[in-house]
C-alpha cells in the first residue's frame, strides 16, 4: 500500500486489514468527526462476529512461519518500521489531530513516545535470550526460553490513537506472536495507516491485522480459543469486563483502566515551578490523559492560595482552538458526547458546593461554533465525598483540594479507587522518598507531573487502574507475550550413563 492510497482511504471509508489486505465486513459503519469542526470527515466500518473471525483465521495461520522466522529478522522490520513512522510523522500527526482533536505538536508528543516503542522492540534479540545454565548436574545442562503464544490482540482507547496500539503490537509480533488489533472507533485511522506502513516495513500479511469495530468485535476476540491473549487500555468498567471474560475463557489478559491522579504540593515547592507544570498536566490534551492530573492537594491554605492565585492567571492566559492553529494550547474534546458529559461535571461540581474560580462553559472559538471545545476549568475546596472528586472525568477540569498535612494527602490517594499516576512537588528530599516509598499508586513523580515511563520501563497502574499482573509495554511486554519453556538436557555418554533411579532427581 503507498502512501498516496493511503491518503485516497483516509478521506473515505475506513475498512479493516485482514491478511494484508483492506477488506470491507460487517453490516454497519459509524462516522468519524473532526472535534474541532463537528464535521463528519469519515466513516469506519464496524466489524461483525465473522470479520473478527476472519481476522483471527488470518494471524493464525501467519504464526507458524512468523514465530519461526528468526529474531533479528522480526527485529529488521521494526527498525524499517521505526524509519518509516519518521518518514511519516507529519501524516500520521495530520490524522490524529483531525479525529481527537489534540495539538499538532501535542501529536508530535505522541507519535515520539510512540516511536521509542517500536525502537524497543528492534531491540527484541538482546530481550529473547532467555538464561543458560551448564552443568546443573552431571553432564546435564539446562535452559528457559521465551516462546511465543500464538495469536494475540490489543483493543485500544482514543485518547492515544497512535500510541497505545504502538504499545502493544511491535512487541507481540517481534516476540513472535501475531496480532489482531482493535483501535478505538472514535479515531481509528492512525493506527490502520501506521499498519499499512508495517506491512510496507516487511511485515508479512496477517501477522498483523486490525478490525474496527465495537463490543461485537471485542466480544469476539475475548472468547474465541484460538487467541492467547489479550492486551486492553480502556475505562475501568470495561477493563473489568475485559479482564473477566477474557480470563474465563482461559486468556492472558492484561486490562488498563481509568485513573483520577493526585499531585501534592507541599509547602516548601518552588510554586511557580509547580503551576507551570500543573498547566500542561491538567489541560494538555485537554485532560484526555490517562495520566493527566485533576486534582491538587495543597498542603496548608498559604500553598492553596499560592496555586490558585498562580493557576488563575496561567489559565487566563492560555489559548484554546483547533488543534492544527499554530498558537493553540489546547484543543477540543473529542466528541460532543464527551463534552456534554465533561461539561455536565462542571455543572455538578458547582452543586456539589465546590467553588468554581475559573469558568470554561460558554467558550466560543470563531470560526468553530459546531467544535467541542470547553475553556478550561479551576475548581477550589473539592472534597473527598464530591462526585468531581471520585470519578474520572476526562477533560479539562482542575480541581483543588485543600489539606493540612502531607499524611492527610497520602490517606486521600491511598482511599481512592484508582491508582495510576501520582507526583510531589517539594524541596524534601525525606517527605519525597517518604512518599514514593509508601503511596498505593503505580507510577510516581517527584517534582514531575506525567511519571510516563520511557519505552525502556513498564507502564502500569494499581489498584482499579490496571487488572492483571503484567505492566504495559517495556520489559513486562516479553514477560506478558511469551511464556517460558524450561529445558533440562543430557546426553548420555560414557561417564554419565546410569542405571534407573527412583529418588527425586538432584545434583546432590
Ligand atoms: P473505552 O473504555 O470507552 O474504550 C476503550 C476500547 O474499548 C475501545 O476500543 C472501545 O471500542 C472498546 N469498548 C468500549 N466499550 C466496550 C465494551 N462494553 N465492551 C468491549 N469493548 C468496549 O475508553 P475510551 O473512552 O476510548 O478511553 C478513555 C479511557 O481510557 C479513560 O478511562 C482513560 O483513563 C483510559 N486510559 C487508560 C490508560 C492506561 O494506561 N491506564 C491509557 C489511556 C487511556
Given at each position: 500500500m503507498t502512501s498516496a492510497a493511503i491518503n485516497d482511504l483516509a478521506a473515505a471509508i475506513v475498512r479493516h486489514l485482514i491478511d494484508g489486505r483492506l477488506q470491507d465486513g460487517g453490516s454497519h459503519r459509524q462516522p468519524v468527526y473532526n472535534p474541532a469542526t463537528g464535521a463528519v470527515i469519515r466513516e469506519v466500518l464496524l466489524a461483525d462476529a465473522a470479520t473478527v473471525d476472519a481476522a483471527i483465521t488470518s494471524a493464525r495461520a501467519a504464526f507458524p512461519a512468523w514465530r519461526n522466522t528468526p529474531p533479528i529478522k522480526r527485529a529488521r522490520v521494526m527498525t524499517r518500521l521505526l524509519r518509516l513512522l519518521e518518514q511519516h510523522a507529519d501524516r500520521i500527526c495530520a490524522l490524529v489531530t483531525e479525529e481527537h482533536g489534540k495539538t499538532l505538536a501535542d501529536s508530535m508528543g505522541e507519535l515520539q513516545r510512540a516511536i521509542e516503542n517500536v525502537e524497543y522492540a528492534s531491540q527484541v534479540t538482546e530481550l529473547l535470550k532467555g538464561e543458560h545454565s551448564r552443568n546443573v548436574g552431571a553432564g546435564i545442562d539446562a535452559w528457559c526460553e521465551h516462546q511465543a503464544l500464538g495469536v494475540t490482540a490489543g483493543i485500544t482507547p482514543f485518547n492515544f490513537p497512535a500510541m497505545v496500539p504502538l504499545w502493544m503490537w511491535p512487541m507481540a509480533v517481534a516476540c513472535g506472536n501475531t496480532f489482531v488489533l482493535k483501535p478505538s472507533e472514535r479515531d481509528p485511522t492512525s493506527a490502520l495507516f501506521i499498519a499499512q506502513l508495517a506491512l510496507e516495513a516487511?511485515?508479512?500479511?496477517?501477522?498483523l491485522n486490525v478490525v474496527h469495530g465495537d463490543k461485537e468485535a471485542v466480544d469476539v476476540l475475548l472468547t474465541d480459543p484460538r487467541v492467547a491473549a489479550v492486551s486492553f487500555v480502556g475505562s475501568t468498567p470495561v477493563a473489568q469486563a475485559i479482564y473477566a471474560t477474557g480470563c474465563a475463557h482461559g486468556k492472558r489478559v492484561q486490562a488498563l483502566g481509568g485513573a483520577k491522579n493526585h499531585a501534592v504540593v507541599m509547602p516548601d515547592a518552588d510554586i511557580p515551578n509547580a503551576v507551570a507544570a500543573l498547566m500542561g498536566a491538567a489541560f494538555g490534551s485537554c485532560g484526555e490523559r490517562c495520566m493527566a492530573v485533576p486534582l491538587v492537594v495543597a498542603v496548608g491554605n498559604t500553598a492553596a492560595e499560592a496555586l490558585r492565585a498562580g493557576l488563575a492567571a496561567e489559565i487566563a492566559r492560555m489559548r484554546v482552538g483547533p488543534?492544527?492553529?499554530?498558537?493553540?494550547d489546547m484543543g477540543p474534546l473529542v466528541t460532543r458526547a464527551h463534552f456534554e458529559k465533561v461539561r455536565g461535571y462542571v455543572d455538578l461540581g458547582v452543586a456539589e458546593g465546590a467553588e468554581l474560580v475559573v469558568d470554561g462553559r460558554g467558550l466560543q472559538v470563531p470560526g468553530h461554533e459546531s467544535g467541542y471545545f470547553l475553556g478550561p476549568c479551576l475548581f477550589d475546596h473539592v472534597r473527598p465525598e464530591m462526585r468531581i472528586y471520585r470519578e474520572e472525568i476526562f477533560g479539562p477540569v482542575l480541581g483543588i483540594v485543600r489539606v493540612d498535612t502531607l499524611q492527610q494527602a497520602m490517606d486521600l490517594i491511598d482511599a481512592h479507587e484508582y491508582g495510576n499516576g501520582t507526583c510531589i512537588f517539594t524541596r524534601d528530599g525525606e517527605a519525597a522518598r517518604h512518599f514514593s516509598d509508601h503511596i498505593e499508586i503505580g507510577m510516581v513523580g517527584i517534582n514531575v507531573p506525567l511519571p510516563v515511563p520511557v519505552a525502556y520501563h513498564s507502564f502500569g497502574g494499581w489498584k482499579r487502574s490496571l487488572f492483571g499482573d503484567l505492566h504495559a509495554y517495556g520489559p513486562d511486554a516479553v514477560r506478558f507475550y511469551t511464556r517460558r519453556k524450561a529445558i533440562t538436557q543430557r546426553w548420555p555418554s560414557g561417564g554419565v550413563r546410569e542405571g534407573a533411579v527412583f529418588t527425586f532427581p538432584s545434583s546432590r
Open positions: 516487511g511485515l508479512p500479511p496477517g501477522v488543534g492544527t492553529a499554530a498558537g493553540s
